[in-house]
């Protein structure tokens, strides 16, 4: 078929187990009655396969078609799903789904490491450029689906059923669309690779040590790697700790320390006009770097990303009950966050140019995804500790960390 018809499904499938193990579970287990100390950690660990993946990429390489691990693990992550359904109503439904979680992370990041490389080897280059913007689109109608639509659908669930039926029923409707997915890719996937027969007698950690060994020493060996990786672990430092501490804030009680908000208000404000936010940050981001460089645009989406995180600092104080001004608060930090993050992902692009870039690149994205799991692990134990709104001041705090790391490579671009 022709590509129009497997690319937007391909990415609307990439998104949706990512959104899953990202956003849907804090808010779950949030909703479910866990601490922030206990929610923070738990999903933090979740990000872990996307840290590692640069280990087994090369596998999938090796053994088996691309179209095959796309096709299996979309299987996988529906099953998945169905297993934290079933799980939830038990009495060990913590244990039980966070291993269910656990595999539909690897599943996801297997799966995006699958259809990057099929989206290269299918296309022809004028295709890759024709699509990218589709590939781009519908990944971001899958966040905004995930986040935004499904969560109101558990919003509602909610006012009619338990709290974990209400989940079992959301989490049983994704996973019959993830299947539904693979059936129709199963049937629109093109099959355009076939795998040889290696020419020597090689060993598991030849195909993967070997190109990973490799990677590291093209990584290390760039000029000032080492501000660079302070960069790609710690420009993110605030956000980390903000994206897992803002939903749990917006759901707990006011006595809390939270605003109280119901789940279907915390799914219109980050899924809908968050991502709205979010999206014209990044294309306004997107284009004034084009005409004039980073290295220009650099201090200014710094400030971007970092200045709006006052708005949790009064909203943590205030305690507004107007809907409008809360959904403000979140439009004007996502906004502020999708102009500043091109920068973070343009420089990533930027270092990974020369030998062997696409794996330093995947290198890079396991770097930052330290770098949002480690802060993570530990947000919900300071929020905890310091209440909500000494933590949002914390996390103003941190941003000095961005302004220095930034310093570090601002002499590098161009």
Not at 29 to 54: D, F, H, M, Q, R
Not at 170 to 190: K, N, Y
Not at 346 to 354: E, H, K, M, P
Request: proline share 5%; glycine share 8%; with cysteine.
């Amino acid at each position: 078929m022709k590509p129009y018809a497997w690319i937007p499904t391909l990415y609307f499938a990439e998104a949706l187990p990512y959104m899953a193990v990202m956003t849907l579970s804090v808010i779950m287990y949030t909703n479910l009655g866990l601490s922030n100390t206990e929610l923070a950690l738990y999903t933090s660990w979740l990000y872990l396969p996307w840290v590692i993946k640069p280990l087994w990429s090369p596998l999938i390489d090796q053994f088996r078609t691309k179209r095959w691990w796309i096709l299996a693990m979309e299987v996988l992550v529906g099953a998945s799903l169905a297993g934290v359904a079933l799980t939830l109503p038990t009495a060990l439904w913590l244990r039980l789904s966070l291993a269910f979680f656990w595999l539909m992370a690897f599943s996801s990041a297997t799966h995006d490491i699958a259809a990057d490389g099929f989206y290269i080897i299918s296309l022809n280059e004028e295709d890759q450029a024709l699509y990218v913007g589709i590939r781009s689109t519908f990944y971001r109608i899958g966040s905004i689906f995930c986040q935004g639509i499904l969560v109101m659908v558990a919003g509602w669930l909610e006012s009619r059923h338990s709290v974990p039926m209400a989940w079992s029923i959301t989490m049983l409707l994704m996973a019959g669309l993830m299947i539904g997915i693979a059936g129709w890719h199963f049937v629109s996937l093109p099959k355009v690779e076939t795998i040889e027969p290696p020419t020597e007698d090689l060993g598991l950690m030849d195909y993967t040590l070997r190109p990973f060994v490799e990677t590291l020493k093209a990584f290390f060996s760039k000029p000032h790697v080492w501000a660079a990786l302070l960069f790609m672990l710690l420009f993110r430092l605030p956000e980390a700790q903000l994206a897992k501490m803002a939903q749990p804030f917006m759901l707990r009680t006011i006595g809390e320390g939270g605003l109280e908000l119901g789940t279907s208000a915390v799914g219109f404000a980050y899924g809908t006009l968050g991502v709205i936010g979010l999206l014209a940050g990044g294309i306004v981001g997107g284009w004034v770097v084009s005409k004039h460089g980073l290295r220009r645009w650099l201090w200014p989406m710094v400030v971007a990303i970092s200045l709006p995180d006052v708005v949790y600092v009064y909203l943590a104080y205030a305690q507004p009950t107007s809907l409008w001004v809360v959904n403000a608060c979140v439009f004007i930090e996502q906004l502020g966050y999708g102009f500043g993050f091109t920068a973070y992902m343009l420089f990533l692009v930027y270092f990974a140019r020369g030998e062997r870039s696409t794996s330093v690149f995947a290198l890079c994205t396991a770097f930052q995804a330290l770098g949002m799991m480690l802060p993570g692990m530990f947000a919900g134990k300071l929020a905890d500790l310091w209440g909500f709104q000494w933590f949002f001041v914390w996390v103003c705090l941190c941003t000095i960390v961005t302004f220095l790391v930034s310093g570090l490579i601002h002499r590098d671009l161009k």
